[in-house]
T-cell receptor
Framework: EIVMTQSPATLSVSPGERVTLSCRAS??????LAWYQQKPGQAPRVLIY???TRATGISARFSGSGSGTEFTLTISSLQSEDFAVYYC?????????FGQGTKLEIK | QVHLQESGPGLVKPSQTLSLTCAVS??????????WSWVRQPPGKGLEWIGY???????YYSPSLKSRVIMSLDTSKNQFSLELTSVTAADTAVYFC????????????WGQGTLITVSS
């Protein structure tokens, strides 16, 4: 099973700032990596898949990069609605696996 | 408009079987273009993938849950189901059903989730 590790666990940032979240896989997942945003009481929402493809309706301020074992999600200018928990997930191998999440907090 | 909706008992006693159903609308689960999955999230914790079922009935379960999981589908009702046997308090979680397009495999549509509490 592939283990996904996200860093940091919590990030305190101010609105308008640029932020980068990291995700590492225990073995190569090629470019088969997705990012999700989850707000309290809601289901996760896919932001990025195939490492860098934005899902339908997702703002261009979200971008993904990486391949193999190292991936990043960048939010170019944080808006109030972006404060949430972000998960990465590999969709290369079975079983599918998620990172433990990074929580974006308002500074 | 694709929509997934979970339904279940809310409360299950320890050692019993948890049964959930995901009703799908806006797309046929028989189309062959998607895997139909279950994901769970214990309160305050992260996401755990449970398994998937394909329209043919083929399944793949997480190794950590494989001995206790059964998934099935009812194409006439356009829904799929999860059974988790011998539940304990550790199985208390919000259970989500989700769709994964083939070949990509990410989860593009999710149900709202249903909280299942295991308690006597």
């Amino acid at each position: 099973e592939i283990v996904m590790t996200q860093s940091p666990a919590t990030l305190s940032v101010s609105p308008g700032e640029r932020v980068t979240l990291s995700c590492r896989a225990s073995q190569s997942v090629n470019r088969n990596l997705a990012w999700y945003q989850q707000k309290p009481g809601q289901a996760p929402r896919v932001l990025i898949y195939d490492a860098s493809t934005r899902a339908t309706g997702i703002s261009a301020r979200f971008s993904g990069s990486g391949s193999g074992t190292e991936f990043t999600l960048t939010i170019s200018s944080l808006q109030s609605e972006d404060f949430a928990v972000y998960y990465c997930q590999q969709h290369d191998n079975w079983p599918r696996s998620f990172g433990q999440g990074t929580k974006l907090e308002i500074k | 408009q694709v929509h997934l909706q979970e339904s279940g008992p809310g409360l299950v006693k320890p050692s019993q079987t948890l049964s959930l159903t995901c009703a799908v609308s806006g797309v046929s689960i028989s189309s062959g273009d998607h895997y139909w999955s279950w994901v769970r999230q214990p309160p305050g914790k992260g996401l755990e993938w449970i398994g998937y079922i394909y329209y043919t009935g083929s399944t793949y379960y997480s190794p950590s849950l494989k001995s206790r999981v059964i998934m099935s589908l009812d194409t006439s009702k356009n829904q799929f189901s999860l059974e988790l046997t011998s539940v304990t308090a550790a199985d208390t979680a919000v259970y989500f059903c989700a769709r994964a397009p083939i070949p990509s495999g990410h989860f593009d549509y999710w149900g709202q989730g249903t909280l299942i509490t295991v308690s006597s």
